[in-house]
């Protein structure tokens, strides 16, 4: 077998792909001659042939971060109808809905719009501020104003729901870990950002609030259960987003 | 998960009158409207979908987009899905279709990674000299038009003649985009 390429060789990669594809027939059985003693195109149509072999069997890869928070988000504001139809509609044909529980459902909407505004808002907010001096935030202005105070705030504004019934182990886990992490933070976010990260917090825990409330009134709805998961969700993002903004201010 | 085209071929082919009594339920109830039921579906199909999404575009924030993208599409789509071909192909297609969506609006053929670079080009931006460099990173590298076929050949399973359709091109362009884009990982992956 040699190394050296030859005229033949042009030719045999002209035909590997197909050759590849299980192509046959007089050109073919040459090539497949040509492989048999060139070491250069026979080690051509090996690496490709792994190739293929390799890209088949690729594992998936998952994003880094939760994208489902943000589906939920767009699901709900613009298709909140569809949402709340969607059931409605297959429902009503066998079991008609009451008015109480279509109020209940619109009513419900509100907390998660304002939690997903929030979120949307904050992020901004802290990408914002977290550009410091080029920032036209006149509260980023004042770094130095109680940095200190900045990992209480946020710890105090997010402690998880202790009576959670809904609240999954996992979500006071996580919540946890992460505040524990902003208040080993703490002085690295600045008082503008801390202040944001509060009030908008506040929002989202207020949303968890009502939520929690209007399962309570109706325990059975899947919908509902599955909306205060959307909003844990929310806060869960919030809080990674902070801790990864903070890690790089 | 079994979402590779070519692997569900016999099931397309043998799908039968009564194919919707084979839905699984949590497709059904998310049709119905049960966001429960849709979280389940997202939680099983996303990585699949993201991968698909991710390899195609070549860029980790444009593809959680997409990926997003897909499942408010599948939203909307749901209640119109029969049973008639393996919910897993259904969704990929609609998959595909957002992804090529996105590249053709976004006009991502334009950035960085366009389809007519040359090799020499696509080496200027290679990797640190000697480094390593797996599959993936390499696929992430090649030109668009070629990445395109790359990923829907041999990572997705698709035909030539069903990439042919897909990307508007004949079944002989796809198959000369396959040999482009695996010469250019080897050379890539030999570096």
């Not at chain 1, 909306?227 to 890690?247: A, G, P, W």
């Not at chain 2, 053929?109 to 080009?121: I, K, P, S």
């Not at chain 2, 091109?169 to 040999?179: E, V, Y």
Request: aromatic letters at 4%; glycine letters at 6%; a negative charge.
């Amino acid at each position: 077998m040699t190394g050296e390429r030859t005229k033949d060789c042009g030719r045999a990669e002209e035909l590997l792909a197909d050759w590849m594809e299980g192509e046959s027939g007089p050109e073919f059985t040459a090539l497949e001659a040509h492989l048999a003693t060139c070491s250069s195109c026979s080690a051509l149509a090996e690496d490709l042939r792994r190739i293929a072999t390799t890209a088949a069997s690729l594992p998936d890869i998952t994003p880094p971060r939760d994208l489902w928070p943000e589906i939920a988000m767009r699901l709900t504001p613009r298709q909140a109808g569809y949402v709340a139809g969607a059931v409605l509609t297959r429902h009503s044909a066998s079991h008609p809905v009451s008015s109480t529980r279509r109020f209940r459902i619109e009513r419900w909407r509100a907390p998660l719009a304002a939690a997903a505004a929030v979120l949307v808002v904050a992020t901004g907010a802290l990408l914002v501020t977290r550009s410091g001096d080029n920032a036209p935030v006149p509260t980023a202005a004042a770094p130095s104003e109680a940095p200190a105070a900045s990992g209480e705030a946020i710890l105090a504004s997010s402690q998880p729901v202790n009576s959670a019934q809904l609240l999954s182990q996992s979500y006071a886990a996580e919540i946890e870990a992460l505040t524990t992490i902003l208040a080993n933070d703490r002085g690295i976010l600045d008082t503008a950002t801390v202040g944001v990260l509060r009030r908008n917090l506040e929002v989202i825990d207020a949303a968890i609030q009502e939520s929690r409330q209007a399962l309570e009134q109706d325990p059975a709805s899947e919908l509902l259960t599955e909306q205060l998961n959307v909003i844990y969700d929310m806060k869960l993002e919030m809080l990674r987003r902070t801790v990864i903004l903070s890690s790089g201010a | 998960m079994a979402l590779r085209p070519q692997q569900e071929t016999s099931q397309l082919a043998t799908s039968r009158p009564d194919s919707a009594l084979r839905i699984e339920p949590d497709v059904r109830g998310a049709a119905a409207g049960d966001a429960y039921a849709f979280q389940r579906l997202y939680r099983r199909y996303m990585p699949r979908v993201y991968s698909l999404c991710v390899r195609m575009l070549g860029d980790q924030a444009e593809s959680e987009e997409a990926t997003q993208d897909v499942f408010v599409r599948l939203w909307d789509k749901l209640p119109l899905y029969r049973g008639d071909s393996a919910f897993s192909t259904w969704l990929h297609r609609l998959a595909v279709n957002v992804v090529l969506s996105r590249m053709k609006v976004r006009g991502t053929e334009r950035n960085r990674f366009a389809g007519e670079e040359t090799l020499e080009q696509v080496s200027l931006r290679s990797a640190p000299a000697g480094a390593a460099m797996d599959l993936e990173a390499a696929i992430a590298m090649l030109p668009a038009g070629a990445r395109r076929v790359f990923v829907l050949h041999d990572v997705e399973g698709y035909t030539h003649e069903e990439i042919g359709d897909l990307l508007g091109i004949s079944a002989g362009g796809s198959k000369a985009q396959l040999h482009r884009a695996r010469v250019i990982l080897r050379k890539t992956l030999d570096r």
